[in-house]
Each structure stands twice: as structure tokens, then as C-alpha cells.
């Protein structure tokens, strides 16, 4: 029996709630299913706004356009991440400018920020990998000093909190995925956190292919035109239907995401101690929200080594980011010399050869567990 690397996770009335929406004759967006979920993610994340997006993709698109990022600016974002942190605003004509991480949370390394900022800097984008959280006190001091907007990539960090407040509240923006390898899913969304009150008007605008849409809606105008920039970023509302499902069962998800963490960390920490493996790392002030288990191979040979044995059992890991720095678009796009070349950012080069995801999703049983760690610890060629 084949123990796949992700499997979509279904809670219990996601059918329901979508037949609930056809019933209720509005698939389109915003209908009421949308507003239920927009109500839960202010509510439980205490954000003056959330909008669902298409993907998380399209939400950093919006932040791209909120904070009119014009050709020939520049953003900070680390190397270490999924290519729409960066594409989205390298698509306004934005220059990437790639930070390193640090070698214990794989976040964005704060220490590295400050000699980055230029005059063009026109936003920061920390990404909370594995939801474990960014330095934010650190990097909102060094921002505000030089007054450049942070936007949270939380595409991994929903429910995860640093020093106890929510991930997803310290930038102006910040953006969510509900891929389905996500905590929380409906195939393909996302959502944009409007921290900033100033931003709310004018994302609703460009949600809405750039006309005033919503305020008609709502009485605050009485001609619905064309107005802004824009593009249609709403989902229907039958995945609004079957998100909420998914955000109503939060506890049942996070529970069992925990206690999937839970035993990969406890069955695989002497055996990691003996074979130079690191684990996840979380530190004190941090609180994950279980997204993912990873280790880091002692080198790119061991971790292939590593894959190649689990595929024999029938087991499938994976591992991600190849560093942006190095790809064809970052040395394209990258604003300067220094910042795309091997050894740029030496510890993104490492963690990526490095780095391998264990199977990880609602409904991986603990028998199946225990046969992911038996095989890594019978892998012979550690
Ligand atoms: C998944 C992910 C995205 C993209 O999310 P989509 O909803 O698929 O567009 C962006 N950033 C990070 C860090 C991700 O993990």
C-alpha cells in the first residue's frame, strides 16, 4: 500500500455546504457562504478585513497592486520560497532583492535586511515557513525606520502565533493559501488580511476588475463603473461553501495535525541525534500550526539516498524550494550583482539540497506513521 506525500483531507459537510450553495441559487462570488468565511477569519484572527482570493497567488498580486509597486522598485523576499512570493511582484516590473534564512527556522534572516534596503525598496515580504514565525519584532523595527510596508506570505502560518499574537497581523497586508496541501483547503483559494485600514476601499476595487462593485452592493453608490486597475480575484461561492466546512472543523484539523507532528518528532529524535539529522525547530515565543514535518540530510547525497529508499517502501517525500537567487527568472530579474550567483545566500543553497518533507495530512494513520519511521530508520545508507 502506497502512503502518497499529500491527500486532501475532507472533514465531514463540505458536500453538504456545497449543495447548500446551489440550493441557495449563487455560485458566483461573495454570496453567503463567502461572507461566512470572511466573518470567521476577522473574527478568530481579529483582522479589520479578510478577503478570499482565487489562490494565495493572486492575493500577493493584489498586494503587488495595493502597494503600487511600479517598474524598477524593489522587494525583499527570501530565497527560500514558492516562486509567486516573488512572481507576483516581479510581474508590476518589481526587482527581486533575495535575503538568506537563518540556519534554525528557515526564516527570512532579519540580520541580513537592513544592508538590503535602497532608496527603491518598496516592500518586505517575510514568508513564516512551516508556520513557524518570522523575527516580526525585529523585522517591523527595521522597516518602520525606513517606512517600507511588510507583506506576511502565510501561506503555511494560518492559526500559528509569534510572541502569542496571530500570524498574518503584523504586515500591512498579508496573504493565505487553501491549496490542497494547505492546513485548510478547498482545492485551489486563498485570502487577503487587510491589516491596514487605509488598503480595505481600494483591494475591494481591484478584487472586482477594478469597478466599485461592492459599494454598489452595499448602497455607498449608485452607479457601478469602471474605476481602478483590477482583475477577478473572487472564488465561487461553492468553494467559500466548502471552505467554511473545512474552517468549521479547525479544532478536529489542528488536533489531528498536531498529533501527526507530535510522533514524527518523537519517534525520529534519537535516530536523528545519532545520524547528524536536524528537525523542525520552534522556538519558545512561537507556536506552529502544524503544517509540515521536515529534516535536513547531512548532505544532497544522503537525502536522495534517503527519498530513493522510502520510494523502495512504497513511501513518497519530497522536498521543495530550489533557491530562487539561482533560477533563470531570479538571475534575470535580480537588481544587482552579489544577489544571484552560488554562494549569495549559502544557507538557502544548503537547506535546499538538503531538506526532505515526510508525508503529512488528515487521515495518515498512526500504523502507516510508524512504517514512514521504521523505513527512514532502516535506510541503509545512513
Ligand atoms: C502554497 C504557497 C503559495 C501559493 O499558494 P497558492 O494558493 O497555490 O497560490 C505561496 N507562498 C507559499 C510560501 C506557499 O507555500
Known sequence: MKIPFNKPGFVGNEQAYMAKALANGQISGDG???????????????????L???SCTHALEMTALLLNIQPGDEVIVPSFTFVSTVNAFVLRGAR??????RPDTLNLDESCLEQLITPRTKA????????????????????????IPVVEDNAHGLLGRYKGRWLGTFGCLATQSFHETKNFTCGEGGA???NDPRYVERAEILREKGTNRSQVFRGQADKYSWIDLGSSYLPSDLL???????????????????????????????????HHVGLPFVPEHCEQPYHMFYMLMPSLAARQALIDHLKTRSILAVFHYLPLHLSVMGRRFSSRPGNCLPGDCPVTESVSNRLVRLPFYIGLSEADQARVVAAIIECPAL
Do not use: S
Open 96 to 101: 527581486p532583492v533575495f535575503v538568506d534564512i
Open 124 to 147: 518586505i515580504v517575510p514568508v513564516h515557513y512551516a508556520g513557524v514565525g518570522c523575527e516580526m519584532d525585529a523585522i517591523l523595527a527595521i522597516a518602520g525606520r525606513y517606512g
Open 240 to 274: 467559500a461553501a466548502f471552505l467554511l466546512a473545512q474552517f468549521e472543523a479547525r479544532d478536529h484539523i489542528q488536533a489531528q495535525r498536531r498529533r501527526l507532528w507530535e510522533f514524527y518528532a518523537a519517534h525520529l529524535r534519537d535516530w536523528a541525534l545519532q
Open 52 to 54: 478570499l482570493t482565487t
Open 192 to 194: 487577503l488580511l487587510i
Open 32 to 50: 453567503k457562504f463567502t461572507r461566512q468565511c470572511h466573518a470567521f477569519l476577522e473574527k478568530e484572527l481579529g483582522v479589520p478585513k479578510a
